[in-house]
């Protein structure tokens, strides 16, 4: 099976790596020359909004499917002209933007904090007025790890805000004070099977994602299976989609959804019996989802801007290096280790260990 990947970088990447196996060959569609993925695929070089390339990826795969929400949902809809995509254009229209996505959380029943649409500097001030403050505003598409978005504490941080993130159309939320962060990883099969991995806590460093640590039992596991369930069913998903949610009360509220494989879920590939990768490819391949069970005591850290020596690395006990072969650059993710161990304990250890190489 021939499989289009619309972007090259490191989620693409683990995708073409689990797919492999499964005898899958993989085309990234990327514009960029570096692109990471493609030191393990074909690598076509064009723009998401190309429609030549895309109807020249179109021909030559079985399917597509997308390794970020960047894509403008345009692309899969012109996509879908021409062969299967999976998530659908739909979903990624209402999960790549931040008031469609609240929007629908409303609608479903799963509580969210409170929000508003801002199209002006104007709308923002009427928001802070109804909502009050602190708050987040953030842009509703684009912006990741801690990117497209300011919080509001006082009066004075209002002033100027919605120029100060582009004059582009925002969503102002509510700050929540939260007990801790979790992410759902949920798998849905074109038949309607859905698998749901363990909850994991996350743990955040000027917004981006340090380090993912899947839970054992977590109380509110059926609850987040619930909400997860709702939004994938009312979307029509097929693939992985990971969802991420605040501690509060001894509840939950709704974050966001991401329609993609998830940096959170990288525990997986060493940590479950099958990989949030593998069975995302089995999910648009139609083929059965494989088990989401874990394999012992699992954690994933993310490496920011470089990585340390790889041995000292792979030193750590039960540790895999997952090195993207990208340019080291302050802010971006350029590698991952996930770590196993037979027991919790054993596995905060593993955890202070891989960390103090980062502060050596």
Known sequence: MKVGVIGGGQLGRMLSLAGTPLGMQFTFLDPAVDACAAAVGEHLLGGYDSQEHLQQLAQTVDLVTFEFESVPAETVAFLE???????????????????????????????????????????????????????????????????????????????????????????????????????????????????????????????????????????????????????LKELDYVGVLAFEFFEVDGGLKANEIAPRVHNSGHWTIEGAECSQFENHLRAVAGLPLGSVEKVGHSAMLNFIGSIPATADVVAVADCHLHDYSKAFKPGRKVGHATLRSQSAQRLQEQIAALEALLDS
């Open 81 to 231: 002209q021409f062969v299967p995509v999976y998530p659908s254009a739909n979903a990624l229209r209402i999960a790549r933007d931040r008031w469609f996505e609240k929007s629908m959380f409303k609608a479903l029943g799963i509580p969210t904090t409170e929000f508003a649409d801002v199209l002006s500097q104007a709308d923002l001030e009427a928001a802070v007025a109804q909502i009050g403050l602190p708050a987040v505003l953030k842009t509703r598409t684009l912006g990741y790890d801690g990117k497209g978005q300011k919080v509001l504490r006082e009066a004075a941080d209002v002033v100027d805000a919605f120029a100060y993130l582009g004059n582009v159309p925002c969503i102002l939320e509510g700050f929540v004070a939260f007990s801790g962060e979790v992410s759902l990883i949920a798998v849905r099969g074109r038949d309607g099977e859905v698998l749901s991995y363990p909850l994991v806590h996350n743990v955040h460093n000027d917004g981006i994602l340090h380090l993912s640590v899947a839970s054992d039992e977590h109380p509110l596991q059926a609850l987040a299976q619930d909400y997860a369930e709702r939004v």
